[in-house]
């Protein structure tokens, strides 16, 4: 019973944090001067055409929402299918931004506040939130509905590149200048995105049970407990040294 209350009391602190951090964020890139020197030099309505911040918009509605069924203690498969699809944008965010986007960017993308937190800190924690809370086992073609907010930003992202109603610096990432890249290029990434966190939902699903097993045992709590600890004490050393 103490494991259980312990395993609402946790995600809600680590879902409160995740709306606050990242509304601080996004409001401060909505207001910020176009010209500032960061990997998303853009305000107002334009920083919506990034998944970064779509993302992390949908992470926070999906977290205030997953609150509410924590506080209510029901689990029912809306939450649990939220939470996913909140889950797998997050790692989106965090891979592309390490595997793909630090090679053209550098180190800016991870630079200040705002970049700190719309690309590691909240991703991080939404994914750690969904990993250790959930008992539910899941088919593989419900699993793949984790893909959901991701693919809807694909299509449309995909649809306005290959218009041109997204041209030069208007195009949000390099890796849509559908028109410049070679054509396996294209092809590759798209591939890569929409297979990947295919894999990506239906392994956080199966992930996620097994480490809830594990965590109604004392000692699987204890390990759990000092992972989280440990995170929270390097995001709040993070936000302190930048």
Not at 58 to 83: M, Q
Not at 166 to 175: A, V
């Amino acid at each position: 019973m103490k494991n259980k209350t312990l395993l609402i009391v946790i995600p809600l602190i680590i879902h409160l944090i995740i709306v606050v951090m990242g509304s601080i964020a996004i409001i401060s890139q909505a207001f910020s001067s176009p010209g500032s020197n960061n990997a998303v030099s853009v305000s107002g309505v334009n920083i919506f055409r990034y998944f970064t911040i779509d993302g992390n918009i949908f992470i926070i509605l999906a977290s205030i929402v997953i609150s509410i069924f924590l506080i209510l203690k029901k689990e029912t498969k809306i939450s649990y299918i939220l939470h996913l699809m909140a889950a797998v944008s997050a790692l989106l965010i965090f891979l592309t931004v390490v595997i793909v986007l630090l090679p053209y960017f550098g180190s800016m993308l991870l630079h200040g506040y705002k970049m700190i937190v719309l690309h590691a800190t909240n991703p991080m924690l939404c994914v750690i939130s969904f990993l250790f809370v959930y008992k539910d086992k899941i088919s593989k073609k419900m699993a793949i509905l984790g893909i959901l907010p991701m693919a809807v930003y694909g299509f449309f992202a995909l649809l306005f590149c290959f218009t041109k109603v997204w041209s030069e610096s208007l195009i949000p990432y390099p890796f849509l200048e559908v028109y410049d890249n070679p054509w396996y290029e294209s092809l590759l990434f798209i591939v890569g995105m929409f297979g990947g966190c295919i894999l990506t939902s239906i392994l956080l699903s199966i992930i996620s049970r097994k480490l809830y097993i594990v965590n109604m045992n004392k000692k699987g709590l204890i390990i759990t407990g000092s992972i989280l600890f440990l995170v929270i004490i390097g995001i709040v050393l993070l936000l302190i040294l930048i």
